[in-house]
């Protein structure tokens, strides 16, 4: 669910997969990798993508994690 969140955001913004990866410092690899749901995000990531993506990292988060 997280990997479609950031994608739809990442779509949303016009950012290839290769430039969401530039700005967020995460490398291709990596970021495939959590896209594919292969490993699990971890705050850094998320931090790095918000900020790429030039959103609010609660943009990226289910509704259930931000409410509480």
């Known amino acids: 669910m997280l990997a479609s969140?950031?994608?739809?955001a990442r779509m949303h913004a016009g950012l290839s997969f290769a430039r969401l990866s530039e700005l967020s410092g995460i490398t291709p690899d990596a970021l495939s990798e959590l896209l594919e749901g292969q490993v699990d995000f971890t705050v850094v990531d998320l931090a790095g993508i918000a900020a790429?993506?030039?959103i609010p990292i609660t943009r990226l988060l289910p509704a259930s994690a931000v409410d509480d």
Request: glycine letters at 14%; hydrophobic letters at 45%.
């Open 5 to 8: 969140t950031v994608n739809g």
């Open 52 to 54: 790429a993506l030039d």
